[in-house]
């Protein structure tokens, strides 16, 4: 159980163009979903927090109106980045806590992420 | 100063060998602490959650200390299959089960 999917896996467009990345919770429910961005030899930067039904939680430096995040259902967040630029370029992941899960406050579930590749 | 520090790697060592990650957080108000493991290109996973007690897993052992924020991952009789990128991680503790990653260490073994 708890998987996580993202859709789609590579992506691969031209400047300037815009990117939706879709990311499920297959077999639970998710309140809060986690986006996350990976440069090459990086650690994970979590760019924002996801709540359904509410707007999303952005970290310092990540701007709201390049990265737009929809969190519409309980399985179901959405990242968008707008006007994608080559230093977009990253491998961006998601992770959902299961709701209503005794062990959610602790775990997170990753996707096996989306590799941005932006010309 | 980073909020989750690691040692930077990488480590190379023979199958059998014993290796050690060491890992500082910044954050004494931290709930949670994690080591996940990552794969080149791939999402990481959870190897193990670390508790207060001390744990082990099979050949993996982490250790916590709270008063000093170090967590540490021992690893018994390494296989050529545990060759990743092992990353340190702490929960935030601000309200939203906020993950924060070290950097990683990267481990190599080789034959």
């Known amino acids: 159980g708890a998987v996580v999917s993202q859709h789609p896996s590579w992506v691969i467009c031209k400047s300037g163009t815009s990117v939706k990345i879709e990311c499920r919770s297959l077999?639970?429910?998710?309140?809060?979903m986690f986006w996350y961005r990976q440069f090459p030899k990086q650690s994970l930067m979590l760019m924002a927090t996801?709540?359904?039904?509410?707007?999303?939680?952005?970290e310092q430096g990540v701007e709201k109106d390049k990265f737009l995040i929809n969190h519409a259902s309980l399985t179901l967040s959405t990242l968008t980045v707008t006007s994608a630029h080559p230093e977009d370029s990253s491998f961006y992941i998601c992770?959902?806590?299961?709701?209503?899960?005794?062990?959610?406050?602790?775990?997170?579930?990753f996707g096996p992420g989306t590799r941005l590749t932006v010309l | 100063r980073k909020e989750v520090e690691q040692d930077p790697g990488p480590f190379n060592v023979p199958e059998g060998a014993t290796v050690a990650f060491n890992c500082t957080y910044s954050n004494s108000a931290s709930q949670s602490f994690f080591w996940y493991r990552q794969d080149c290109r791939k999402e990481p996973k959870l190897l193990m959650s670390v508790y207060s007690s001390g744990n082990e897993d099979g050949r993996f052992t982490a250790q916590l200390n709270r008063a000093s924020q170090y967590i540490s991952l021992l690893i018994r009789d390494s296989k050529l299959s545990d060759s990743a990128t092992y990353l340190c991680?702490?929960?935030?503790?601000?309200?939203?089960?906020?993950?924060?990653f070290g950097a990683g260490t990267r481990l190599a073994v080789h034959p």
């Open positions: 992770s959902a806590t299961p709701y209503g899960d005794s062990r959610s406050y602790n775990e997170q579930f």
């Open positions: 077999d639970f429910q998710a309140t809060t």
């Open positions: 996801s709540n359904e039904g509410s707007k999303a939680t952005y």
């Open positions: 991680v702490v929960n935030s503790f601000g309200g939203y089960n906020k993950l924060i």
